[in-house]
């Protein structure tokens, strides 16, 4: 017998109805009982929307809106709303009603949209409680509905999730764009890509013996295997972009006591966080604010001067701020330039270059610029199946470096900062910086050199100057959420694809020699990993984990 694309097809299939079968019996029973929410704000406003989802919707549009045929799907229409129980009219508003299939759950759903004051709602919600099968929703349950019933995978529910979450613009979008199912349909073609490897080489394993057998079966499986464990393993080392965006980028203000990294902090927020004086030292620990910077969420982190010190609690702090240092996406080093000027005064001859390299020096910080492992991806040639990087997870950030009290530098000083130019600056305190790292640089590699910027906290002179190169700092870390292949965005993805891409390299080191059995197991372990991902296979633990973060009414 000859494995023809034909038995491959039969066999995919039949694949595909294994793969169900591992499924938690996910389809929303009968007999579950009907929901309501509020699912507007709580608290006086213009109009509140009270949703319903299940099999009672019928009657309660009937014994409530008095209905006594099936208003059309998905037109307002406006009707007296009436606690049945009583008969009191609760409001005047919009019913609105969703059939199964086509709702968001599923099931059938009604929406109220009365007026939104507490006495309506609270009525409102009485009247459901007291018609039969009906109670209130848990948080998250409509959307738990949805998914048992198909209408969202768990990549999907997770984006609405961060959708209600968001906080920033750039945030909204990714978001928005895993909601609509981009990431779900990155995770299912690789499956389907699997499920056709597994049933060509479960073909192979059952007809091999047979002369006529394609012999190029089992090279064309390697090679289809081997390039996605190429694109597994560049969506997994893309440093993090999509969980950065998702989380905050993590921004620490580091330098010396008294050059004014408090000043900076407050700038940046517009308020008064943390404590400025001109005593050396006086911030000990580290403060934080979250700040949206051009639609990027930030955690903005002030920490204590870096300097040696015999005061126990400053010791401390020091010690908290550069543990924080190494946790930094982006790190601002603030250098005082009235030190610069004292040198100058002085006679003592320092360029500034010289002059910031000599502080970042003291200050014994890291400030590597570009991972290897995103330079190694990014050159890797997708076309070649052989061709998967050895990847080196290495520190990626970014460094900004703020020369503050501008205002205070004066004469010949200021002429001669002022006759410098950035980029000459930025790439001479770059290289020096690179030297010492010990690190070679590739030719053309993407590499971001520090930048450097002149501000005044005082006057605000530069900020603006700052704030747009920290944005396009926030850029680099997060990502374009709209561009190219949607970004992972949680460390639940993370796991499960870096299982797959184990168990993809283990089939990758198969040899002709090797039990193809055992090689077809490992690629069946990915599917499982993939279904895990996208919530085919679940258990109760993992949902109830996800949806807990749901608020009520969604
Ligand atoms: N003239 C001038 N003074 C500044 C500027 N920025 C900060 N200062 C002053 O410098 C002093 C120290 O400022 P801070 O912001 O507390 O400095 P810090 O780096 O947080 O200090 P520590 O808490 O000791 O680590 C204060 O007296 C500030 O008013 C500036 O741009 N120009």
């Avoid at 109670?135 to 409509?142: K, L, N, S, V």
């Avoid at 295997?225 to 989380?247: P, W």
């Avoid at 205002?407 to 130019?421: A, F, H, M, P, W």
Wanted: hydrophobic share 35%.
């Amino acid at each position: 017998m000859v494995a023809t694309t034909n038995q491959s097809f039969t066999q995919s299939s039949s694949l595909v109805k294994n793969e169900n079968k591992l499924d938690i019996n996910t389809s929303t029973s009968s007999h579950q009982s009907t929901i309501f929410c509020l699912s507007s704000g709580k608290g006086k406003c213009g109009i509140a929307v009270i949703r319903v989802s299940g099999q009672a919707c019928r009657q309660v549009l009937k014994d409530m809106a008095q209905f006594h045929h099936m208003p059309i799907p998905r037109q307002a229409v406006l009707r007296k709303i009436v606690d049945s129980g009583n008969g009191v009219v609760i409001d005047k508003g919009l019913v609105i009603f969703f059939p199964a299939p086509h709702s968001f759950t599923g099931e059938d759903c009604v929406e109220f949209h009365l007026h939104g004051g507490p006495a309506v709602v609270s009525a409102l919600l009485c009247a459901l409680h007291s018609i039969p099968g009906c109670r209130e929703a848990h948080p998250g349950e409509f959307t738990k509905r949805a998914f048992m019933n198909g209408k969202l995978d768990m990549t999907e529910v997770e984006g609405l999730g961060d959708l209600i979450h968001a906080e920033t613009e750039v945030q909204r979008r990714q978001a928005l764009r895993q909601m609509d199912g981009d990431l779900s349909q990155l995770y299912q073609g690789w499956r389907a890509d699997i499920i056709k490897c597994v049933a060509d080489l479960e073909a192979f394993i059952d007809f091999s013996e047979d002369q006529d057998i394609e012999e190029h079966v089992v090279e064309s499986v390697k090679s289809r295997v081997g390039k996605l464990r190429l694109e597994i393993s560049r969506h997994l080392h893309d440093n993090r972009q999509g969980e950065r965006l998702r989380d905050g980028v993590q921004v620490v203000i580091l330098g010396e006591p008294n050059v004014g990294k408090s000043s900076l902090m407050n700038a940046l927020s517009q308020r008064p966080a943390a404590i400025v004086t001109d005593v050396a030292g006086t911030t000990r620990d580290i403060i934080e604010t979250h700040l949206n910077i051009a639609g990027y969420p930030v955690l903005l982190s002030d920490t204590a001067g870096l300097r040696d010190t015999a005061d126990k609690v400053e010791k401390e702090g020091v010690i908290r701020a550069r543990k924080r240092a190494e946790q930094a996406d982006v790190k601002v080093v603030v250098l005082d330039l009235q030190q610069w000027q004292n040198c100058k005064n002085n006679n003592r001859k320092s360029s500034i270059t010289e002059f910031v390299i000599s502080q970042i020096n003291s200050l014994g910080l890291q400030l590597y610029q570009a991972s290897a492992s995103s330079l190694q991806i990014l050159n890797a040639d997708l076309s070649d199946s052989d061709s998967t990087p050895q990847l080196v997870d290495e520190e990626y950030c970014q460094t900004i470096i703020v020369l503050n009290k501008l205002d205070l530098v004066q004469g010949n000083t200021l002429e001669d900062l002022k006759s410098i130019d950035n980029k000459v600056l930025n790439c001479a305190v770059g290289s020096c910086l690179e030297a010492q790292s010990g690190r070679e640089l590739e030719p053309n590699s993407p590499v971001d050199f520090p930048s450097v910027c002149c501000v005044s906290c005082t006057t605000g002179e530069g900020m603006q100057e700052f704030l747009a190169i920290l944005e396009s700092k926030l850029k680099i870390m997060c990502g374009d959420p709209l561009a190219g292949s949607p970004s992972l965005t949680q460390a639940r993805h993370r796991s499960h694809l870096t299982k797959c891409l184990a168990d993809l390299e283990q089939f990758g080191q198969m040899t002709p020699a090797d039990d193809f059995v055992i090689a077809s197991e490992a690629l069946r372990r990915v599917l499982r990993e993939i279904g895990k991902l996208t919530g085919k296979i679940t258990t109760e633990e993992i949902l109830d984990v996800i949806f807990r973060d749901f608020c009520i009414g969604k």
